[in-house]
Nanobody, 119 residues
């Protein structure tokens, strides 16, 4: 049974920091890119950051310079360190793991963790 367990969300004041974690288990295929997405009320889900198996990272312009994505390959965990948080960062944050069975890519999503930044 595939599980992506997210943690680390919460309420923080503007300028504060949070570190999100997402631990993947039960994925029997090879895990490739891992990433974080977010969805604010009334808006579409958007990419925040991704990290490939080789460690190459990409960031949305809105978080670049304020956030760092990292992963621990040993236990299939991906992290998102967020600094200098702004009220516009308020959203539900979802992790996504892409795995491949050699023929197809399979995407797995976490249940989401709420991040609320107060002004």
């Amino acid at each position: 049974q595939v599980q992506l367990v997210e943690s680390g969300g919460g309420l923080v004041q503007a300028g504060g920091t949070l570190k999100l974690s997402c631990a993947a288990s039960g994925i029997i295929f090879s895990i490739g890119t891992m990433g974080w997405y977010r969805q604010a009320p009334g808006k579409q889900r958007e990419l925040v950051a991704t990290i490939t198996r080789g460690g190459t990272t990409t960031y949305a312009g809105s978080v670049k310079g304020r956030s760092t994505i990292s992963r621990d390959a040993g236990d299939n965990t991906v992290y998102l360190q967020m600094n200098s948080l702004k009220p516009e960062d308020t959203a539900v944050y979802y992790c996504k793991v892409r795995a491949t069975n050699g023929l197809n890519d399979l995407d797995f999503w976490g249940q989401g963790t709420q991040v609320t930044v107060s002004s």
